[in-house]
């Protein structure tokens, strides 16, 4: 499926659910994908990535960034503390914010560097134990200790299980948005980006089905 086939997709997911065009950002997954399927990506003119692994973009990204300006790059995948300084460096925006460590971690960076990415916090919807995020019932009162630190919380990111409706826990992370004043909703992947467009995501992450299979070997 071509990248002009997936944006169609959004399009028509916007204008059904009556949300303007363009409402949904496309952040196409790029991990373990070779850099030849990327860069003909960047060739089309998108400019939006997602990435798994802070280490894996740093060995990718800033070559990109030399030829090819405004990029909007997204970490999607488990943000250990350690690698905070090497994130907030390199993404424009960071989805995985899901425990205090990290929270503390990335305010005292904000601090030092005078900057910080968008940033998400993962909530687990399906409270699964072997996912990172914040259970439901912990979201509220996580969110408000972030802001405390003076972060600035974009909005909520989920993977809901893939063997239950993604539609219910897209719902959920949309309920404990509106109730925390939050605009940003990270949701929905290459089989129910629609399904999430329909319930007011704001980023879909889309690989595969733009990419084609990933390239673990790689």
Known sequence: MSLQDIQARIHIAEENAGRPKGSAKLIAVSKVQPNERVEAVLEEGHRCFGENRVQEAVGKWPDFARRYSDLDLHLIGPLQSNKARQAMELFQSIHTLDRPKLAKALARLAQELGHCPKLFVQVNTGEEPQKAGIPPREADAFIRECQDMDLIIEGLMCIPPADEEPSLHFSLLGKI???????????????????????????VRVGSAIFGTRAYEL
Do not use: C, K, P, W
Request: aromatic share 4%; glycine share 18%; no cysteine.
């Open 177 to 203: 948005a509106v109730r925390n004043g939050l605009s940003g909703l990270s949701m929905g992947m290459s089989g129910d980006f629609e399904t999430a467009v329909a319930l007011g995501a704001t980023h």
